[in-house]
């Protein structure tokens, strides 16, 4: 399973860009890059996925370094909704291995 | 339905109860995973179910637990002879397939006593 590396926490101001950093430098060609969030007291709920091209949709915009060694989720404008911890989680696409395997995250505060 | 659904959503038992915990997910997903998450902790997985292939059991943290997946459709987790570590959430998942993005329910807490 490839490792991933993100800060433990990160504080933005509400309406602000946030950028969440991601390192999985041990990450496998055949790979997708999830991202999940758990708001307080919630199950956790999807994001974002991509492969090697940058994917946007209605809640972030994933950028997926050209080595794909890292990437980056950006929250364009931060609400107080979106304090929550955020997972990157690589996941081998097609192969055996079909669970999701859950890091400490990234603890993000939104402060008004 | 809309969503994956969990019963019940909180359950407290005594120490050396069997416990029954169920899972309801989204109809037509042939994927279906179990994770527990301690109070402040990450999610930690259990057991995956993916469509007729037989489950992979290896996030299992002793012979006490075992589910299983009735029709392909609903699970039921059983822990025997619970024991306090085993107080946690235990959260549900469903997908589509491998590679697809997850739907989680609202869990089941736990609480041995």
């Known amino acids: 399973d490839a490792k991933t590396t993100q800060p433990n926490s990160m504080e933005s101001n509400e309406e602000e860009p946030v950028h969440l950093p991601c390192n999985h430098s041990?990450?496998?060609?055949?790979?997708?890059i999830h991202w999940y969030r758990q708001l307080p007291s919630q199950g956790p709920e999807y994001v974002i996925h991509?492969?090697?091209s940058n994917v946007n949709n209605r809640m972030a915009s994933l950028a997926i370094a050209e080595d794909r060694k890292s990437s980056t989720l950006i929250l364009h404008r931060a609400t107080l909704r979106d304090a929550a911890v955020y997972y990157c989680?690589?996941?081998?696409?097609?192969?055996?291995?079909?669970?999701?395997?859950f890091g400490k995250g990234t603890k993000l505060s939104v402060k008004p | 339905g809309a969503g994956v659904s969990q019963s019940p959503s909180n359950k407290v038992t005594e120490k050396g109860k069997d416990v029954e915990l169920r899972c309801d997910p989204i109809s037509g997903h042939t994927a279906l995973y179990w994770y527990r998450q301690s109070l402040g902790q990450g999610l930690e997985f259990l057991i995956y179910?993916?469509?007729?292939?037989?489950?992979?059991k290896s996030g299992l943290p002793s012979d006490r637990f075992s589910a299983e997946r009735t029709g392909g459709s609903v699970s039921t987790l059983t822990i025997q002879r619970t024991q306090q570590e085993d107080s946690a959430v235990y959260l549900c998942?469903?997908?589509?397939?491998?590679?697809?993005?997850?739907?989680f329910g609202s869990g089941t807490r736990l609480t041995v006593v």
């Open positions: 179910f993916q469509g007729n292939s037989a489950p992979d």
């Open positions: 991509g492969l090697t």
């Open positions: 998942a469903s997908s589509q397939g491998l590679g697809l993005g997850y739907t």
């Open positions: 041990t990450i496998s060609g055949t790979d997708y």
């Open positions: 989680i690589p996941e081998e696409y097609g192969g055996s291995q079909g669970n999701l395997i």
